[in-house]
């Protein structure tokens, strides 16, 4: 699955799309991190929770569950908002 990482966690993959597999949203997180140790803390918590500033999206819709199911072939986009004033 193509994986769209957000420009400020660039550091860990060097560029903006990554090839990643799972069948959950957890499992590819999990890939994720084994080929860029570090990344999964930046976008999940402690608690096992999608931090407040990442939005998920799967086939044109925001995904909440890290459960949700993933198809081989698809795309994931990783948003990070912004925020300050």
Known sequence: MRVLIPSALHSYTGRPWVDATG????ALFDDLERQFPGIRFRMVDEQGQVRRHIRLFYQHAMLFDLATPLAADGELLIVQALSGG
Do not use: M
């Open 23 to 26: 069948a959950t949203v957890t």
